[in-house]
């Protein structure tokens, strides 16, 4: 089976724009969501028009704030401020990457924790590793989100996850473990990767490496949740960390990409910016 990340991203999205929509009634107005984008990356100008048509979609207001990368360290940090004090934002997010003068950890810590949509602050980190409530990071909750959509069970399973970046690997671990799944982590100094594969009843992939993953290092009915996005060095297309024409035939249910987490992040950080504003507008 394919979990199409499109299709449960729509159904995330409708619920969002219905709550909205009341909501609008209820506080007087809607989830606002302002995008800071730092230089002239076409990546991330894409990545950035994405998230700002996904907010008009479920109705919120959205800023995109489009700062040169002359900008410095500490002229940025005061811009963000500005955005902490400012009462009809609640949500922040920075897209990365930043120009390299200006230092990544600097800039997220300055976010607000309460409207830290990414859930990449430390609080929320933190929060995470302590079962605490907090922001979780849109990339894990959606992959999470996928495999309930597609009735894969959790619980006691061994669920393998290459890749330990704070933003999907080490989170998404931490997620499935507290799912109570037995997780292996594996990653770039992993000695024998298929020796470690070929064990996972749920195999998450997110390396950024093209079709590392191929049929013979994936279990027979296993869940294949491919979160990498490069590009294919032979064909120039878009490709996953998953050799998807030999692992789909032995996969239980697989992602594919594009179309997979993809949609989902960007669904889940909408949720996220919901969460955001409720919470505010409830404590005020
Ligand atoms: P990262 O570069 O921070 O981390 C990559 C991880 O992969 C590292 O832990 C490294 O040890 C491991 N790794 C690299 N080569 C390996 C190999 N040959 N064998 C085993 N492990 C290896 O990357 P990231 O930010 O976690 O992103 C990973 C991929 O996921 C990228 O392609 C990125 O574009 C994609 N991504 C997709 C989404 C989405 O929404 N679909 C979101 C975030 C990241």
């Keep these: 089976m394919i979990i199409s990340g499109k299709d449960l991203a729509r159904e995330v999205r409708e619920n969002i724009a219905r709550k909205v929509a009341s909501y609008r009634i209820e506080y007087g107005r809607e989830p606002n969501l302002c995008v800071i984008l730092v230089g002239d990356d076409p990546n991330s100008h894409t990545y950035v028009r994405g998230k700002g048509k996904a907010a008009q979609e479920v109705g919120f207001s959205h800023t995109e704030l489009l700062l040169p990368d002359t900008i410095t360290e500490h002229e940025l940090i005061d811009r963000i401020h500005e955005l902490n004090n400012d009462d009809s934002v609640d949500g922040i997010l920075v897209q990365l990457p930043l120009p390299k003068h200006i230092r990544k950890h600097r800039v997220i810590e300055a976010i607000d924790p309460n409207k830290d949509v990414d859930g990449f602050h430390s609080r929320n980190v933190d929060a995470l590793w302590h079962k605490l409530p907090g922001v979780r990071a849109c990339t894990p909750k959606g992959i999470i989100k996928l495999l309930d959509k597609a009735g894969v069970e959790i619980a006691g399973r061994h669920a393998v996850v290459i890749g330990r970046s704070n933003i999907v690997g080490f989170p998404v671990a931490k997620m499935l473990l507290d799912r109570n799944a037995t997780v292996t982590i594996a990653h770039s100094h992993t000695a024998d990767l298929g020796a470690i594969t070929r064990q996972a009843d749920i195999l998450v992939v997110a390396i950024g490496v093209p079709k ?69 507008m409830q404590w005020d």
């Design 212 to 280: 590392l993953i191929k049929g013979d290092m994936v279990k027979e009915g296993a869940a294949v949740i491919d979160v990498g996005i490069s590009h294919d060095p032979e064909t120039g297309k878009l490709s996953g960390d998953v050799d998807f024409a030999e692992v789909e035939p032995k996969a239980s249910v697989i992602t594919p990409v594009p179309g997979g987490v993809g949609p989902m992040t960007i669904a889940c950080l909408m949720e996220n910016t919901l969460d955001c504003y409720t919470r505010k």
